[in-house]
Nanobody, 124 residues
């Protein structure tokens, strides 16, 4: 079965950086777009970034555009989220998710498998 395992979360200071990784198994990785979502306490889970199956197309939420990048290594079945210029409002649990399509999608309903999440905390 499909499994997604995130790593790389932790504590960072405002202006700092963190890199999240998501290792996937049980699927033909390159056939599917992947995405990162986040959920802060008391808030809905929101889309952060997505990448197509080939890795050529990426898409970002306006709140992280220019600060975060998403990439993937299809040989390693891994997707990454590089987070720079972190802000306290980036504090959330970050989830990796597998899309049901090859192209980038941004709606939560378009993703069918999710990781367990990794906590990112940004201090001011």
């Amino acid at each position: 079965q499909v499994q997604l395992v995130e790593s790389g979360g932790g504590l960072a200071q405002a202006g700092g950086s963190l890199r999240l990784s998501c290792a996937a198994s049980g699927l033909t990785f390159s056939a599917y777009a992947m995405g990162w979502f986040r959920q802060a306490p008391g808030k809905e889970r929101e889309f952060v970034a997505g990448i197509s199956g080939s890795g050529r197309i990426t898409y970002f939420a306006n709140s992280v555009k220019g600060r975060f990048t998403i990439s993937r290594d299809n040989a390693k079945n891994t997707v990454y989220l590089q987070m720079n210029s972190l802000r306290p409002e980036d504090t959330a649990v970050y989830f990796c998710a597998k899309a049901q399509a090859t192209h980038v999608v941004v709606t939560r309903a378009d993703y069918d498998y999710w990781g367990q999440g990794t906590q990112v905390t940004v201090s001011s």
